[in-house]
């Protein structure tokens, strides 16, 4: 399941990716922002993200305000992040979850988070990393598909893919590694037609060097 990586190697990946991008901030590390953009980020776009978040905040923007909102009103503001009557649900369920059990505090442990309803190890770890700026290795679709491609790992799962970069990635280097290979496989290692001529990694990269 480990690739053939040094931890110097591996080191070297992520300051390259340092170089490449700038590590975003969402809201500003609210905690609570966080998680439901996470949430209503699961399978759909970022720009579609992005607007359904600023859509449902800027109508209601605190947690009270979403747990009190009709549920047809949330769908309609999240409607372009797909899933939208099952998310709009969700939504308020959590933030009601979190005013009655947790006196309006978000969790700060994955495995807290994971007892809310929708809350599956990558949105966990998105809280962790992006509302508390706390060590955790969110794997989402470009970070298993990236951490394969170049060798790091040989999972078949995003759940074995993050084990094993826990145990490879120095933990100083767990912050930023989601968010630089997302950047990464949005504009280079794409899915469909990754730009090989753009890519700093094709003289280590298993799929690169396997496709010759």
Known sequence: MIGDFSEDQIIDIVDTLESM????????????RVLIRTILSQRTRDENTDQASDKLFS???????????????????????????????????VSKILIDEYDGVVPDTVNELMKL????RKTANCVMVFGFDKEAIPVDVHVHRISNRLGL?????????????CEIVPMDYWIPINDLMVQFGQTICRPI????????????????????
Not at 21 to 32: G, K
Not at 117 to 120: K, L, N, R, S
Not at 202 to 210: A, D, L, T
């Open 59 to 93: 109508v209601y923007p605190t947690m009270v305000d979403v747990a009190n909102a009709p549920v047809d009103k949330i769908a309609e503001l999240v409607h372009c992040a797909g899933f939208y009557n099952v998310k709009a649900k969700r939504i308020k369920e």
């Open 117 to 120: 309803p929708g809350v599956g």
């Open 153 to 165: 790992v040989h999972t078949q799962t995003p759940e074995e893919t993050e084990e094993v970069l």
């Open 193 to 212: 037609s990754p730009k090989h001529d753009m890519c700093p990694f094709v003289g280590v990269c298993e799929f690169y060097n396997s496709s010759d």
């Open 21 to 32: 991008y700038n590590r975003r901030t969402f809201y500003d590390m609210d905690p609570y």
